[in-house]
């Protein structure tokens, strides 16, 4: 019955019978994102899906752009679209505040950031309506913001197991599988009420503390990567190491909010900045640790040799690789440092209150 009705809702909504179908509140979190909202709506607008059994709620961080303007164009011609503010501008804010204010079944929760595949809504949402999991997405594409070659190097670092890790919906997998995440989930809004809102107090990396929640209450995350968004990645290497930076900062200082907010994995980049400082400084006192130290220094060095090589010949241009292993580096320097700084912070914290 379900792909029967999506079937014959694939020219919108026009005359569709569709009260069989789930109700989805897609929540889009924004903060100056001119460049960028408008490509995300249109994505949701062509969805296979029919626009009154869905809504998009977009909550603003009280944007300073053109984002406001974009939004409201879009909601005087279309009914399923709504606008929240969020005056206190993070992104856990904004994700309760649509949680909230959502009239749909399933939640999805998107970013403006990415554009999302015609059958992403439905193919989702028949698998929870199936009951093979709570929580369902697709496959991330990440794509060069724009034409240049260190763009086009960092979409192709982010896309690699040596530069992401083991997370499986953003390197290439074929068939479904039950995971620990995934980016742009539909969940059954009742797992939000069993297991609560997001947690205000982290600024980044709430979603993974709400997963690990999540799965500690028993719900199954599945990826299905028939199904595909593609998320425009940052272009220079400055914002990379911002970015990474604040993430390996806040998967560490969440400790202090919420009950182990993380996953051994997010603790790699912490352990390699560890050993080169460290390693660096005990070997000037061991020849048997400093030979260790170059060995493993060394086997680090041939990995990002041997993934830069390979973006390189992917993109067919020399000059990818010098700048594909200086993004591996700084990616894993800069998370590495983030949560470095994050527990010395801590330490510093709780010994000024001892």
Not at 216 to 244: C, M
Not at 263 to 289: A, D, E, K, T
Request: charged residues 20%.
């Amino acid at each position: 019955m379900f792909i029967a009705l999506m079937r014959d809702s694939s020219q919108r909504s026009k005359g569709v019978s569709s009260l069989e179908l789930p109700t989805v509140s897609v929540i889009i979190p924004v903060r100056n994102e001119e460049n960028f909202i408008g490509k995300c709506i249109e994505s949701f607008l062509d969805q296979a899906y029919p626009e009154n059994r869905f809504e998009i709620i977009v909550v603003d961080g009280m944007s300073e752009d053109n984002t406001r303007t974009i939004v409201k164009e879009y909601m005087s011609r279309y009914k399923n679209i709504r606008l929240y503010d969020n005056p206190d501008k993070y992104t856990p804010n904004a994700l309760n505040i649509g949680i909230k204010n959502a009239s749909g079944k399933i939640i999805m929760l998107a970013s403006s950031h990415a554009i999302y595949s015609r059958d992403y809504i439905s193919t989702c949402a028949q698998k929870i309506v199936e009951e093979k999991a709570e929580i369902v997405g697709g496959k991330m594409i990440t794509l060069p913001r724009n034409s240049s070659i260190k763009a086009k190097v960092i979409a192709s670092v982010l896309s690699n197991p040596f530069g992401v890790g083991g997370a499986k919906y953003r390197i290439r997998c074929d068939k479904e599988s039950y995971v620990d995440t995934v980016a742009y989930g539909l969940y059954k809004k009742e797992l939000f009420d069993k297991a609560g809102l997001f947690n205000e107090n982290l600024v980044r990396n709430q979603d993974i503390e709400m997963n690990l929640r999540l799965k500690r209450i028993g719900a199954r995350t599945l990826l299905v990567p028939q199904v595909s968004s593609y998320y425009y990645a940052r272009d220079t290497f400055t914002s990379l190491w911002k970015n990474n930076f604040a993430n390996g900062f806040w998967v560490i200082y969440s400790t202090k909010f919420a009950k182990v907010p993380f996953s051994f994995r997010h603790l790699i980049p912490l352990f390699f900045v560890l050993f080169l400082v460290l390693g660096c400084f005990l070997s000037m006192f061991s020849p048997i640790l400093a030979k260790l130290y170059m060995v493993v220094l060394g086997l680090y060095m041939l990995l990002n040799v041997y993934f830069s090589l390979k973006i390189s010949f992917r993109l067919k241009n020399l000059l990818a690789f010098p700048l594909a292993f200086f993004t591996f580096l700084s990616l894993h320097v800069s998370y590495g440092i983030g949560s470095l700084m994050a527990l010395i912070k801590l330490i510093f914290v709780r010994r000024s209150y001892q």
